[in-house]
Nanobody, 122 residues
């Protein structure tokens, strides 16, 4: 069993930064690719960013490219999402997920956290 716990969400103003963390326990962290997804009210869950097991490969959604950075620390069993220049349209519940290989598809991830709310005011 793998447990994922997100933290770092909050209420910020447009242009601000936030750093999300996702702590993983239960299995060997480096055995999993990690992804961040988000879901805004009334919308489907969408891909944000993903990172391979040792961090050598990253993927980003076009909407966050250049503003968000995904990283991981395998010694701390944690994946991060640094979010800069936040916009009101970034408002959503952000979820981290673990899977066998890096992917932009939510269906490829087996384990999910409970989510953390990010609200960006204009």
């Amino acid at each position: 069993q793998v447990q994922l716990v997100e933290s770092g969400g909050g209420l910020v103003q447009a242009g601000d930064s936030l750093k999300l963390s996702c702590a993983v326990s239960g299995r060997t962290f480096s055995g999993y690719a990690m992804g961040w997804f988000r879901q805004a009210p009334g919308k489907e869950r969408e891909f944000v960013a993903a990172i391979s097991r040792y961090g050598g490969t990253t993927f980003y959604a076009d909407s966050v490219k250049g503003r968000f950075t995904i990283s991981r620390d395998n010694t701390k069993n944690t994946v991060y999402l640094q979010m800069n220049i936040l916009k009101p349209e970034d408002t959503a519940v952000f979820y981290c997920a673990a899977g066998a290989s890096i992917s932009v598809l939510a269906s490829r991830y087996n384990y999910w956290g409970q989510g953390t709310q990010v609200t960006v005011s204009s």
